[in-house]
T-cell receptor
Framework: EDKVVQSPLSLVVHEGDTVTLNCSYE??????LLWYKQEKKAPTFLFML??SGIEKKSGRLSSILDKKELFSILNITATQTGDSAVYLC??????????WGAGTKLIIKP | DAGVTQSPTHLIKTRGQQVTLRCSPI?????VSWYQQVLGQGPQFIFQ???????GRGNFPDRFSARQFPNYSSELNVNALLLGDSALYLC?????????????FGPGTRLLVL
């Protein structure tokens, strides 16, 4: 059965710390992995990863995919209170159905 | 450009009632997906529509139905509401890029069934 597993489920750190969020997957005919940030309501798109070993970067956020070991990590450096959110990982089962992890709830303390 | 819009933002219903949720996709997107997100869990896929045709359906009962209109907007209908239907209902529109789709989400409709 296709599945996406994220860890940890929750994480509390202080401002300025660096965090690493994990996403492992088992999905048939893998094509891509997506990271989203969810604050109060709608998930907002962060990254789409399709190739192993190529880091995607946006400001203090970066992500990389390992297709051999079937996982991805999302790094956030110099965290700020505005980074507090649930970070979701999703993998398309086909071209249209996303399989989602349960998310990592990140809390940044001032 | 306007993003995905959903209405209403919040809704309170009682068991047994029916509800209709609405979604307008980003201009140029022809595909709309619906998800149910229960507190503390990731979204669960309900439907995807593309060019007014159902392209995929998740593991939800027949009480859930949807349709897509010629302008690509969509409605999700839920009949005979149960307490367990209380959730955030997310709509996402998408376009295809490089063989896979990137989905952009609306703000969601929070449904409470009493």
């Amino acid at each position: 059965e296709d599945k996406v597993v994220q860890s940890p489920l929750s994480l509390v750190v202080h401002e300025g710390d660096t965090v690493t969020l994990n996403c492992s997957y088992e999905v048939t005919n893998f094509r891509s992995l997506l990271w989203y940030k969810q604050e109060k309501k709608a998930p907002t798109f962060l990254f789409m990863l399709t190739s192993s070993g190529i880091e995607k970067k946006s400001g203090r956020l970066s992500s990389i995919l390992d297709k051999k070991e079937l996982f991805s990590i999302l790094n956030i450096t110099a965290t700020q209170t505005g980074d507090s959110a649930v970070y979701l990982c999703a993998v398309p089962r086909s071209n249209y159905q996303l399989i989602w992890g349960a998310g990592t709830k990140l809390i940044i303390k001032p | 450009d306007a993003g995905v819009t959903q209405s209403p933002t919040h809704l309170i219903k009682t068991r047994g009632q029916q509800v209709t949720l609405r979604c307008s996709p980003i201009s140029g997107h022809k595909s709309v997906s619906w998800y149910q997100q229960v507190l503390g869990q990731g979204p669960q896929f309900i439907f995807q529509y593309y060019e007014k045709e159902e392209r995929g359906r998740g593991n939800f009962p027949d009480r859930f139905s949807a349709r897509q209109f010629p302008n690509y907007s969509s409605e999700l209908n839920v009949n005979a509401l149960l307490l367990g239907d209380s959730a955030l209902y997310l709509c996402a529109s998408s376009y295809r890029t490089g063989g896979t789709e990137t989905q952009y989400f609306g703000p969601g409709t929070r449904l409470l069934v009493l």
